[in-house]
């Protein structure tokens, strides 16, 4: 009797280890888990968001070629080459350390608005037409920073989208369009930055937005597409 008691000791004494080695194994992945959280956490405690503001005293559009075909007919154009612009973003930074920082950022962007004309050299007399672009944009992007003392190198890439207005007369007949246009395309930015003080910097950035959506003017009805590039001047705050 006392044998099968010790030996009922035993078995138990093995099952409370056995229990005890299956719980401490149950346990190792949430306590991995729960370190990972744990970093998530402190790393998003830490990120900031930020907003800035910016003037664009230089906005390049893309020039139509000076001699060009539309519909099996040859043109000639002309236009503006630059404008002015602003716009304004936000953003977080979702991760950082002291070298650099990522982030997401949104934004808008006025792209300002040229002149020009468009003349149809199949004809004689040539026949011509003149026309106003204007342009719109809102984008999303990941951005990121690279951080040495006091000076940021920035850069940017994500997704846009254009609303663009056409405006002139017909180049081969009488009478005068208005047409919308949008589209989206992807967005590519560098810029470099200085802080002025713990919370507020200068930035000079240039953004590529590219294959925006125009209306022809040597056929209203169709579109084309042009890459415009801004650059600007602005400030940016950091809460």
């Excluded at 992945?29 to 900031?48: E, R």
């Excluded at 539309?70 to 991760?95: K, M, N, R």
């Excluded at 925006?212 to 590039?229: E, F, N, R, W």
Aim: proline share 4%; hydrophobic share 35%; net charge neutral.
């Amino acid at each position: 009797m006392g044998w099968m008691l010790s030996k009922n000791a035993v078995k138990t004494t093995e099952w409370k280890k056995a229990n005890r080695a299956h719980t401490l194994r149950a346990r190792k992945p949430l306590q991995i888990i729960s370190l990972m959280l744990t970093a998530i956490s402190m790393n998003v405690q830490a990120a900031d968001f930020y907003a800035g503001v910016d003037v664009a005293p230089v906005v390049y559009w893309q020039e139509h070629p000076p001699n060009y075909y539309s519909c099996c007919s040859s043109y000639s154009s002309e236009q503006d080459s630059t404008s002015l612009g602003f716009g304004a973003h936000a953003g977080q930074w979702v991760w950082e350390d002291p070298n650099g920082k990522v982030g997401w950022e949104i934004g808008y962007a006025n792209l300002g608005s040229i002149n020009g004309s468009t003349t149809y050299t199949g004809s004689i007399p040539a026949t011509t037409g003149q026309w106003k672009y204007s342009a719109t944009a809102v984008y999303a992007a990941i951005s990121a920073e690279g951080i040495l003392k006091e000076n940021r190198l920035l850069s940017r890439i994500g997704i846009y989208k254009s609303t663009a207005q056409g405006d002139g007369s017909y180049v081969t007949s009488p009478g005068t369009y208005s047409v919308e246009t949008s589209g989206a395309g992807f967005i590519l930015g560098v810029g470099y930055g200085r802080q002025l003080t713990k919370q507020v910097a200068w930035l000079v950035n240039a953004d590529g937005y590219i294959d925006v959506k125009l209306v022809d003017p040597a056929s209203p009805t169709d579109t084309i597409s042009q890459s415009i590039l801004k650059v600007s001047l602005g400030l940016e705050y950091s809460f």
